[in-house]
């Protein structure tokens, strides 16, 4: 389990800190509710190493996350900007995602299967530039697959997409969530989101979580 407890973070000149606890499930989606400027993507950006905490504890599965810097973090952060570079295939894009020390053998297997996956087979040689919206969502996807981190943060990740490719995106990412077992947090405005993804709501508001019944997000 991913446990938050008591985390709090200011930003210069904010008089009142926030204060973040909440706990997420293995194989399920939790979701982050507020409106903007609430802070969403505060806790995030905490999650993932990028701000320090003031106080407080971030453990998955008893192991206390907060020494450790963002790039040893078991963590994997998706936008929705996709975070991928325009002029590399999806393929090359997804390679960003290999363990280290991956021979060419392993790397060309581990790619195809992470393409295969999120239904990308045949495209792996495409620019991303050439991508759609909904491709490049897979392709970060695929990239997150094989980085193998078992917590997947997910800030507004559907908001660029039309409604039907918003709907299948989601499933892909509820259908990645249970089969890897990810302890995933989506940060959305989107009540659909939600109502579709979520195993567990929280509701940020005056800086603070608070656990929310379904239907009652805004």
Do not use: C
Not at 144 to 156: F, G, H, I, K, S
Not at 194 to 200: C, I, K, M
Request: charged share 20%; glycine share 8%.
């Amino acid at each position: 389990m991913l446990r938050v407890e008591n985390l709090t973070f200011a930003h210069p000149g904010q008089a009142t800190p926030y204060v973040f606890s909440l706990a997420a499930n293995a194989g399920e989606v939790t979701a982050i509710s507020g409106v903007s400027g609430s802070g969403k993507s505060t806790l995030l950006d905490l999650l993932a190493g990028f701000l320090e905490p003031s106080t407080g504890q971030v453990t998955l599965d008893g192991q206390d996350l907060l020494p450790l810097p963002p790039e040893a973090r078991p963590v994997s952060l998706l936008l929705q900007s996709e975070s991928l570079f325009e002029h590399l295939s999806a393929a090359r894009n997804i390679a960003l995602g290999l363990p280290a020390g991956a021979s060419k053998a392993e790397a060309r297997a581990l790619i195809a299967a992470a393409l295969a996956e999120v239904g990308l087979e045949g495209v792996g040689e495409q620019r991303a530039a050439t991508l759609s919206g909904g491709q490049k969502q897979r392709a970060a996807l695929a990239r997150t697959l094989l980085r193998a981190r078992p917590v997947l943060l997910l800030d507004e990740p559907f908001s660029a997409l039309d409604d039907e490719t918003r709907a299948v995106i989601r499933d892909l990412v509820r259908t990645l969530t249970v089969r890897h077992d990810w302890h995933t947090l989506l940060v959305s405005h989107h009540a659909d989101d939600v109502e579709a993804l979520a195993s567990r709501r929280y509701v940020l508001r005056d800086g603070r979580l608070s656990a929310s019944e379904p239907g009652t997000e805004k």
